[in-house]
């Protein structure tokens, strides 16, 4: 089966840019979850996708958003890029919730001159 | 708002030694999730817990979660070289959102 798959692996913007990053989850899972990971800490959850519709948000402003597409894709936008969003960002599929084991891709390092 | 605190932060032991990682929190999980990365890549799943007191085994690693549900640890014997990375715990909240800790860096040396 294949995994996780997370596209650009790395990306250098400057402030004031928009980005949009790429996730392809693995096959049988319809849940998508992202997370911005910082260096030397753990990850941060930003939401997460369930079947097209946002299923919960964390602590992060509506600037950064997202898709979900009928093949279970996903896409974040983060708009008016700040420096305090370089970090890597994590996309995470699973067969449901949280509570389910979240497969992981490699991220996408994201760095805001 | 939910936490979970891990200690110690960083830990470098030689090869054959034994370690203990803690994941602490004031709040209850429905469940816990050990997982662990290495440079460049995402986290990697090493064992969910879901029942006060449980404990798993994973070769010479062993979870236990605490009776509570609050509280989890990891152990590792007789420590290898492959054991090094970065050691992260992640509850499940009551919102069904995972509190991830801050993680705990490992190095084993030869």
């Known amino acids: 089966e294949t995994g996780v798959t997370q596209s650009p692996t790395h990306l250098i913007k400057t402030r004031g840019q928009q980005v949009t990053l790429r996730c392809s989850s693995q096959?049988?899972?319809?849940?998508v979850s992202w997370y911005q990971q910082a260096l030397g800490q753990g990850p941060q959850f930003i939401f997460q996708?369930?079947?097209?519709?946002?299923?919960g948000r964390g602590n992060f402003p509506p600037r950064f958003s997202g898709l979900q597409f009928p093949n279970y894709s996903s896409e974040l936008n983060v708009n008016a890029l700040e420096l305090d969003d370089s970090a890597l960002y994590l996309c995470?599929?699973?067969?449901?919730?949280?509570?389910?084991?979240?497969?992981f891709g490699d991220g996408t390092r994201l760095s805001i001159l | 708002t939910q936490l979970l605190e891990q200690s110690p932060q960083f830990l470098s032991i030689q090869e054959g030694e034994n370690l203990t990682v803690y994941c602490n929190s004031s709040s209850v999980f429905s469940s816990l999730q050990w997982y662990r990365q290495e440079p460049g890549e995402g986290p990697v799943l090493l064992v969910t817990?879901?029942?006060g007191g449980e404990v798993k085994k994973l070769k010479r690693l062993t979870f236990q979660f605490g009776d509570a549900r609050k509280d989890s640890s990891l152990h590792i014997t007789a420590a290898q070289p492959g054991d090094t990375g970065l050691y992260l715990c992640a509850g499940v909240d009551s919102n069904y959102q995972l509190i991830w800790g801050a993680g705990t860096k490992l190095i084993i040396k030869p």
């Open positions: 996708y369930y079947r097209e519709e946002e299923n």
């Open positions: 995470a599929s699973s067969q449901g919730g949280a509570n389910q084991p979240q497969h």
């Open positions: 817990v879901v029942t």
């Open positions: 096959s049988g899972h319809n849940t």
